[in-house]
């Protein structure tokens, strides 16, 4: 079942569009490669592969085996046998042609530079993403500014246009269109509004921010009223 939030559960209008602040948005766009997957993902792998081509190196070193084995008769026998017993050994295994290690080392070593090559694409392409978003979000909000100096003076035109009016001075054709023109510009504030938070929502992909993570590095700000 559907349920409607009451009107004492919706909030009071759109958060206002408020300037960055520089120090919060050096930290989050430092921490985004640590939060996107992208980068988390070339890491894991170089970090596998690394782990591969050691077990790689390991197979082609000499291995060395030491065993030790005493030995001694128990129960009764004969005056002269033999003692206690005590052997040991030492084979030393040298691979002089290892051709299956040698490839697979040569292999991991090639994948560890495509993760790195990778690795590195990300992050470019992370910091673009960071850097498109902040300016989105820049002139989204110098948008948001003209868009209410626009509004402003279409209602403080139409206000007067309706007073004109009363005075006999103007006609009703011309006082729709006033309240036509102000309607409108309220039209384009709640665009910019919109795209402004569409900004901040973009921002918050390019620096990996999930629930509870990241900040909007936005300051103190209120809540726009229904105007």
């Not at 939060?35 to 082609?60: H, L, M, T």
């Not at 003692?83 to 994948?111: C, F, H, K, M, Y």
């Not at 973009?202 to 726009?224: H, K, N, Y």
Request: glycine share 6%; net charge neutral; proline share 5%.
């Amino acid at each position: 079942r559907i349920r409607t939030p009451g009107g004492d559960e919706l909030p009071a209008g759109l958060p206002e569009p408020a300037a960055l602040d520089p120090g919060c948005v050096r930290r989050e766009a430092e921490a985004a490669p640590e939060r996107r997957p992208e980068a988390r993902r070339c890491d894991a792998q170089r970090a596998q592969q690394a782990v591969e081509r050691e077990w790689a190196e390991n197979q082609r070193r000499p291995a060395i085996d030491v065993t030790v084995a005493a030995s001694q008769d128990l129960g009764p026998g004969p005056a002269n046998r033999n003692g206690p017993v005590l052997e040991a050994s030492l084979v030393v295994d040298i691979p002089i042609l290892n051709r299956t290690a040698t490839g697979r080392e040569q292999a991991a070593s090639a994948a560890m530079q495509r993760a790195e090559e990778l690795g590195r694409f990300a992050r470019d392409r992370i910091a673009a993403d960071v850097r498109d978003a902040l300016s989105a979000i820049e002139a989204a909000r110098q948008r948001v500014t003209v868009a209410r100096s626009e509004l402003s003076l279409a209602r403080t035109l139409a206000a007067q246009e309706r007073e004109r009016f009363n005075l006999g001075d103007s006609t009703l054709l011309v006082v729709n269109l006033r309240e036509q023109a102000a309607a409108e510009a309220e039209i384009r504030e709640i665009d910019a509004l919109l795209e402004y938070h569409r900004a901040v929502a973009a921002w918050r992909f390019a620096i990996g921010a999930g629930r509870g993570e990241g900040a909007t590095c936005e300051a103190a700000r209120t809540s726009a009223t229904a105007r």
